[in-house]
């Protein structure tokens, strides 16, 4: 059986990335102005946090189902006998959900992993699926596994201001004016399935460092008996300058000098709701047929 891999933008994959591994792609919709546009087709990084700060009505969305089985009808054209689709957890949007329903008019040869994840976390889950693909396993098998496994990651995000957080409801306007003049900080997480307080600090800089604890506490507690090998760190930002990124990153590669770790930017569906100059985190226990 020759089985294809398929994934959103949400996992930090662009297109030029995903044609270069062998991995499908479908780009996440942005809608500015009542206008849609596409992550990483026909909207940047640069020109999505323009809109976003610049006063225009900006959402995400989830692919439209003629889209998506487009894509699929393209990918058994190519050739391929069956197809792992792996979504932005099901949690954090309707997008997982409806792929399931339209799959079932492929008789089983679409098979849809909800393994709860979304951004670096995400991204370890269409590596591993790739691997496994490459090994032989069919569409079922890889679903199983990764939903199996969906759990054994964690992703921490500080949020440089409240004024998004505020405009989706998750902070009223009296706490986001509160926490602008305290330079107050939160810091959210993504257990899986939704996104969650963590905590509060202030400053960007005690942001970061809270994070790193948290991510060592979860190395050190939930992930114990996980190989160095076996881990990787992804670090995240939006709209971060390359400096910035770079200097996250080695923060990062400082704090687990035996692990694997790298930087993609935050996908626009995190990016709409946490703004510019956001900070994440994302830890990942990887399947010990999973090679770095």
């Not at 189902?65 to 792996?86: K, N, R, S, V």
């Not at 098998?141 to 957080?165: G, H, M, P, R, W």
């Not at 330079?183 to 005690?206: E, H, S, V, W, Y």
């Amino acid at each position: 059986m020759k089985t294809a891999v398929m994934t959103d933008t949400n996992s930090g994959i662009m297109k030029a990335e995903a044609d270069s591994m062998g991995i499908f792609l479908i780009p996440m919709p942005v809608i500015i102005n009542d206008e849609t546009h596409y992550e990483g087709i026909d909207l940047t990084e640069t020109s999505f946090y323009e809109s976003l700060t610049g006063g225009k009505n900006v959402s995400t969305s989830q692919p439209s189902p003629g889209d998506l089985m487009d894509l699929w009808d393209d990918i058994f054209e190519q050739g391929y006998d069956e197809i792992i689709h792996i979504p932005m957890s099901s949690g954090l949007s309707a997008s997982c959900s409806s792929a399931i329903s339209l799959s079932t008019d492929y008789e089983g040869k679409v098979q849809i992993a909800d393994n709860h994840r979304i951004s670096v976390t995400q991204r370890e889950s269409v590596m591993h699926a790739k691997k496994l693909a490459e090994a032989g396993k069919s569409a079922k098998e890889i679903k199983e596994i990764l939903e199996a496994e969906a759990y054994n990651s964690s992703i921490y995000i500080a949020v440089d201001t409240l004024e998004f957080l505020k405009k989706g409801g998750r902070v009223t306007a009296a706490g986001a004016a509160l926490g602008s003049v305290l330079n107050i900080k939160p810091i959210l997480t993504i257990q899986g399935d939704k996104l969650d307080a963590f905590a509060k600090t202030r400053g960007i800089k005690k942001c970061k460092q809270k994070m790193v604890e948290a991510l060592k506490n979860d190395r050190e507690t939930r992930f114990k008996d996980a190989d160095d090998r076996h881990i990787l760190i992804g670090a995240a930002g939006s709209n971060l300058t390359e400096e910035e990124a770079e200097e996250w990153k080695q923060m990062l590669v400082d704090a687990f000098p035996n692990s694997y770790v790298y930087y993609d930017p935050l996908s626009f569906s995190i990016g709409c709701h946490i703004g510019p100059k956001g900070y994440g985190i994302g830890i990942s226990v990887c399947s010990k047929d999973y090679d770095n």
